[in-house]
């Protein structure tokens, strides 16, 4: 089991920028695909970024698409979701998870998850 923690949520003003970070723990972090997700109150949780092991490949929803940019550094077993042009519809608990073999969209699909970070965006 890899153990995942997520920081760098709070809040910050629409049009504002965050970077999210999340810490995985063990030797073999770059063995594993990384995604990032959210759950907004009353929603379920949505898939918003992946990663491939290497860090050669990405793959984003629309919804954030252009704005949200994930990156890892395996030297450091840490995968990053940089947040741009935020916006309102932005709030929710980001969520990153880790999976064997190729990067995945769906939630059932990940092996193991965060606490989660909270990212408010004010208008």
């Known amino acids: 089991q890899v153990q995942l923690v997520e920081s760098g949520g709070g809040l910050v003003q629409a049009g504002g920028s965050l970077r999210l970070s999340c810490a995985a723990s063990g030797r073999t972090f770059s063995s594993y695909a990384m995604g990032w997700f959210r759950q907004a109150p009353g929603k379920e949780r949505e898939f918003v970024a992946a990663i491939t092991r290497s860090g050669l490949g990405t793959y984003y929803a629309d919804p954030v698409k252009g704005r949200f940019t994930i990156s890892r550094d395996n030297a450091k077993n840490t995968v990053y979701l940089q947040m741009d042009s935020l916006k309102p519809e932005d709030t929710a608990v980001y969520y990153c998870?880790?999976?064997?073999?190729?990067?995945?969209?769906?939630?059932?699909?990940?092996?193991?998850w965060g606490q989660g970070t909270q990212v408010t965006v004010s208008t």
């Open positions: 998870a880790v999976r064997s073999g190729a990067i995945a969209t769906t939630t059932n699909e990940y092996r193991d």
